[in-house]
Structures are given as structure tokens and as C-alpha cells.
């Protein structure tokens, strides 16, 4: 007991002098100590050889991993060597060295994507009232474009919805599917007005060259359908100037006013719709190929640099514009088909064919004027002689 209670220092002093040892403890007791030191020895062998496998599996795992290391950096040697072999030989061979890929657009902040969409919203939002003005300054052109701008703003604000039929901007802010329902009907009225502006004479080339051109993008038609309407609404309007009541003088008047709408009519036609053979001039005072060239610069088939954007004034003006995407701020309305001008042979022919039914439904009526205006010999009245 004395053996057990003794300390640590004691113990170690008696291990290092046996004569002690055998002096100072008994038999049984020395025993116990001598079990004591052999488990110390054994669990010390223990940790010892526990140390080394440890100790040796690392080994092992770090030799695994230079192994691979060394045959990593070998075979990007060999790469490196190989490359350096297929550029000489692209050098040799005179041709030059392939263009790297292009990185890949980084995606935007959500904060700049969350100022996009805004602008987007902020944008279709003022449409309509941009299309009223456009409309009462008569610029139906302009009109049709800021609309088809509208449908396109619509198409991406779809364009994340996956699942559901309208994206979460459009399910989060009903209005905006309002307005796009609201805006509708300016299609039937950009149409309208354009029609009714082709009836009217007294409006420049350069107008009805506009108004053929929006109703070519809203109903995306080719350029013989606009000569069509542009024909069929000259025929109204000779049929609304025939069927006005007219006596005496009054008919010299109307048939004056036939003539001329006649010819403005053809004058407008060849300003519009002829297109010069190639290597000819134009005459300044004869212009023509009006409404191919007004369409060229609306859709964009030009040059780069010299199209006329829809938001070209309004990006002078908002601060919040430049937080559009670029397929919004450069929109250009397209058409489906290529615009092809009309031959000569075709334009001659379509305008000979519509002249002479023109005639043909002015003879009638002229049949009931008086024979002095007719070429009779009657003597005329004296509101007649007025005239």
C-alpha cells in the first residue's frame, strides 16, 4: 500500500536503483510494480506502432500523389509541346492563328436586370401616349412603329415564363396586361387613317410613301399589294367625286378635278412604286422609288450606322432610357418577306389596266353633261357662259 501511495518521483527513483527498491518494499509489492511497468512498456509499444502505421499510410498516400502529380505535368508537357508543334506548322503553312472564342457575355446584376425590367415596364407604359401624339400629327409611319415596339416590349416581358402563361413581372403588375390589350385596336386605326390619307390629293409623296409603308409592316404585305391599295383608294375617291351632284358649270368643274386626281395619281405612282434601271440617274425633279427607299430605312436594310431607331429622340431625352435592353432601344420593324420592286412591264400594265376602267366609269356619267361640254354645238345657258 505504501508502494501505491507513493509519488511519481519515488516510483522513478526506485525503478533507477533496484538495491533500494528490494531495501524499502516488500515481495508482493515489487511484483505489482513490476505489472505496472510491463503494461506502461506494452502500451507504449502500442502507441509506438500505431504511430508508425499512421505515420506510413501517409507515406503511401503522399507517394500515390506525387505519382499522379508527375504524370499530370507530363501530360501537359506533351500538350504544351504539341500545341507549340501545330502552331509552327500553322506558321509555316502561312496561315494565321485561330481566333480565341469569344468569352461568354457575363450575365447581368440582378440590380441592373431589376432596372431593365423597369424601364421595359416604364416604356410600355407610355406608348399609347406616344402613339395619340404621333397619330394627330398625322405620322401614321411613326405610329406603326412605336406600335410593333409595343409587341415586342410584350414578347420579352414573356419571355421567362416557363410554365405559367404570363411572366411573374406580367402576374405581379395586371395593368401591364391591360395595356397590351388597351393598345390593341391601334392596329385597325393606324390602318384606317392610313387609307384615308391615300384617298386625299392634296398630300405629298412623302406622306402617302409613309402611310403605304405602315400598312405594308402592319399587314405585312408585299410591296404589288400597296400598289393594290394605293389604287383601290384613288378609285374611291374618283367615285366620290363622280357621285357629287354637279349642273351647268359645276361639271366642267368635276371633270377638271377628275383629270387631275387622275394625274396626281400617276405621278404618284411613278414616284412610288418605278425604280430606275441600274446605271441610271435619277432626275432630281422626277423622283421615284419613293416608297422602297422609305421602307429600306424604316426596317433597317442599310448600311449600319444610318437606320432611324424608333427611341432615336426619346434616348436624348430620359434619363432611364439607357437601362434598356439593346433589342429595345435599336427595334426596327422588319418584314417577313424581302421587298422586291415592282418591274416596269407590271407597274405599266397595272396602271394602263386601271386608267382606262377609270375612263370607262367617267364616260357615263359625262354622257349626261350638257353638249357643250360634251362637244355638241348647243348653245350654252347663261350660267354655262359664266362658267
Not at 416596269?344 to 377609270?358: G, N, P, V, Y
Request: proline share 6%.
Amino acid at each position: 500500500m505504501a508502494a501505491a501511495a507513493a509519488s511519481p518521483a519515488l516510483k522513478r527513483l526506485d525503478l533507477r536503483d533496484p538495491a533500494a527498491l528490494f531495501e524499502t518494499h516488500g515481495a508482493e509489492e515489487i511484483r505489482g510494480l513490476e505489472r505496472q511497468v510491463r503494461a506502461e512498456i506494452e502500451h507504449k509499444k502500442e502507441e509506438l506502432r500505431q504511430m508508425v502505421g499512421e505515420r506510413y499510410r501517409d507515406l503511401i498516400e503522399a507517394a500515390d500523389t506525387i505519382g499522379q502529380m508527375r504524370r499530370c505535368a507530363e501530360g501537359l508537357v506533351d500538350a504544351v509541346k504539341a500545341t507549340d508543334q501545330y502552331c509552327a506548322r500553322l506558321r509555316q503553312a502561312g496561315s494565321a492563328a485561330p481566333r480565341p472564342p469569344r468569352d461568354p457575355q457575363p450575365q447581368l446584376p440582378s440590380q441592373e436586370k431589376f432596372y431593365s425590367m423597369a424601364a421595359q415596364i416604364k416604356l410600355l407604359l407610355e406608348i399609347p401616349e406616344k402613339i395619340w401624339s404621333s397619330m394627330e400629327a398625322s405620322q401614321y409611319l411613326h405610329a406603326t412603329q412605336l406600335y410593333l415596339l409595343c409587341c415586342h416590349l410584350h414578347t420579352l416581358l414573356q419571355l421567362d415564363a416557363s410554365s405559367s402563361r404570363y411572366s411573374p413581372v406580367l402576374s405581379r403588375f395586371p395593368i401591364l396586361v391591360r395595356q397590351v390589350a388597351a393598345a390593341s385596336h391601334f392596329r385597325s386605326t393606324i390602318l384606317h387613317e392610313s387609307r384615308m390619307l391615300l384617298k386625299c390629293q392634296a398630300v405629298s409623296d412623302q406622306a402617302v410613301a409613309e402611310a403605304l409603308c405602315a400598312i405594308m409592316l402592319l399587314e405585312e404585305s408585299s410591296p404589288r399589294q400597296a400598289l393594290t391599295d394605293f389604287l383601290l383608294a384613288r378609285k374611291a375617291a374618283i367615285q366620290k367625286l363622280l357621285n357629287q351632284p354637279h349642273h351647268g358649270a359645276g361639271v366642267k368643274a368635276q371633270i377638271c378635278s377628275l383629270v387631275e386626281l387622275l394625274a396626281t395619281t400617276l405621278n404618284q405612282a411613278h414616284a412610288l412604286f418605278y425604280t430606275l434601271p441600274e446605271g441610271l440617274l435619277p432626275e432630281p425633279s422626277l423622283p421615284c422609288g419613293l416608297l422602297f427607299s422609305t421602307l429600306d430605312t424604316i426596317t433597317g436594310q442599310h448600311p449600319p450606322g444610318k437606320g432611324l431607331g424608333v427611341l432615336q429622340q426619346e434616348m436624348k431625352l430620359c434619363s432611364w432610357f439607357k437601362h434598356l435592353p439593346a433589342s429595345v432601344v435599336e427595334f426596327q420593324p422588319a418584314l417577313r418577306t424581302l421587298a422586291h420592286p415592282i418591274s416596269q412591264e407590271f407597274l405599266k400594265d397595272t396602271l394602263q389596266k386601271w386608267i382606262h376602267m377609270q375612263v370607262a366609269r367617267a364616260s357615263p356619267r359625262r354622257a349626261g353633261a350638257p353638249r357643250s361640254l360634251a362637244g355638241g354645238h348647243t348653245r350654252p345657258s347663261a350660267e354655262g357662259r359664266e362658267g
